[in-house]
């Protein structure tokens, strides 16, 4: 409640309706004089934030303590004494993605100028035994079996001018969208446009994401895979919220003969499931940067059975929300981790594979 005086006034400012007692019966706001003073305005602020940290605690150690014991609270309709819980989510993952990618960087090196590569790569050619240097050269064609450049280090050397950064000395590392790859844009076309390569929509986005990566990192396949893993690591809180609507649908079909559950009322559950995961997951997290400087054994043996953990919270909360026998539960509980592990597979290719067109 505010401290500024009540308006004498029955109708309410923000509505117009008939104010009854302190507070509108329609939109909820107070009955107060507008005009306050900056202190007021301060001290305001202040009185949300302690209020917002104590419901956020007081929330947090139930959650923790009593597994399911919120969403079933929630379902009730008893929701005033407890921090929302989406309110609660938004915090809590923001400050758990904060907190996980300064631990975790996936640094992007900048990218290697064409000529240092190409010098490094003859130099490389140079070195190398007549057996070496023809297996080599074997191994570099258009796609039709036949040697693409002559088989001498000189006629390496002219080619290699004339198609700079094109070739590199395979170091184990690429990635190939395609079977065939092709030096050009232009050339692709050409092949569409002649009828020789005819390919449905998504080869053909492919085929130009390869051509476009190609000449972008000039075929460093390292380059390539490092700032592949830099977009894709920067996607993971997307894919975990996009995950979360489907924890709740996985839910809904386990659950579907109990009509007493809606389908918010599991999605309210999978909300309270990822805060508690991404609060152990912190734990771990500052557990795992204070072992690097103690190295001690014992915080590696609290890190395993916190990993543990995790599994019979989600394990009991699934027996206290439901209420359902133990065997049936342990038999959901098993069920809903290897359909969740499917989902997780097929979401993790489908953000690799926007991953993959975004670099």
Known sequence: MSHLKERKEKNCLNCNAQVMGTYCHICGQENIEPKESAWHLVTHFFQDITHFDGKFFSTLG?????????????????????????????????????????????????????????????????????????????NINKGDGKPDIPMTKVGFRNYYDSVIGKIIIDDGVNLKLTPRQYRSKAEYDSLLNSGVKKHNWLEKKLTYKQIELDEKYKGNGKEIFKTLGEVFFHKVPQLLFVSLPLLALLLKLLYIRRKEFYYVSHSIFSIHLYIFIFIAMLVSLGLGK????VNWGLITAVRGILSLAIFFYVYKAMRNFYHQRRAKTILKFLILHILFLITMGILFMVFFFFSVLSI
């Open 290 to 293: 204070l072992n690097q400087e």
């Open 62 to 138: 139930l959650l923790i303590r009593r597994p399911g014991f919120l969403s079933a609270e929630y379902a009730r309709g008893r929701r005033a004494s407890y921090l929302n819980p989406i309110r609660m989510y938004i915090f809590t993952s923001a400050f758990f993605f904060l907190v996980f990618f300064s631990f975790f960087k996936v640094g992007k090196e900048s990218i290697t100028e064409s000529s240092t590569i190409n010098d490094k790569t003859l130099k490389q050619v140079e070195a190398m035994d007549s057996a070496t240097f023809a297996n080599f050269t074997r």
